[in-house]
Nanobody, 124 residues
Framework: QVQLVESGGGWVQAGGSLRLSCAPS????????MGWFRQPPGKEREFVAA????????VYADSVKGRFTISRDNTKNTLYLQMNILKSDDSAVYYC?????????????????WGQGTPVTVAS
């Protein structure tokens, strides 16, 4: 079974940047709509950003607009999340997910495969 694997999480000071990556554990010939979600400590999982199958369309949570950028390289089967001007409220475990269809989708109900998550800690 193909799994999604996130990387790039870590510790950073407020105002800093991180770039997350997500790739399948095995090559896949199918291109999916993709998304990033996060779960802060003690809170529910929440939507962060999503990108269409082609990469032409994106959608963001209001809390990250202007600071985060989602992108994908379909030649490498890799999804990215560039996170700039990080705040302590961005501290969470970040998950990538994929969905059938064109996308982008902000609701988790569309997604049928999830990674294990990568933790991000922003120190204030």
């Amino acid at each position: 079974q193909v799994q999604l694997v996130e990387s790039g999480g870590g510790w950073v000071q407020a105002g800093g940047s991180l770039r997350l990556s997500c790739a399948p554990s095995l090559p896949t010939a199918i291109t999916y709509a993709m998304g990033w979600f996060r779960q802060p400590p003690g809170k529910e999982r929440e939507f962060v950003a999503a990108i269409s199958w082609t990469g032409d369309d994106t959608v963001y949570a209001d809390s990250v607009k202007g600071r985060f950028t989602i992108s994908r390289d379909n030649t490498k089967n890799t999804l990215y999340l560039q996170m700039n001007i990080l705040k302590s409220d961005d501290s969470a475990v970040y998950y990538c997910a994929r969905a059938y269809g064109l996308g982008p989708y902000s609701s988790s109900h569309h997604y049928n495969s999830w990674g294990q998550g990568t933790p991000v800690t922003v120190a204030s």
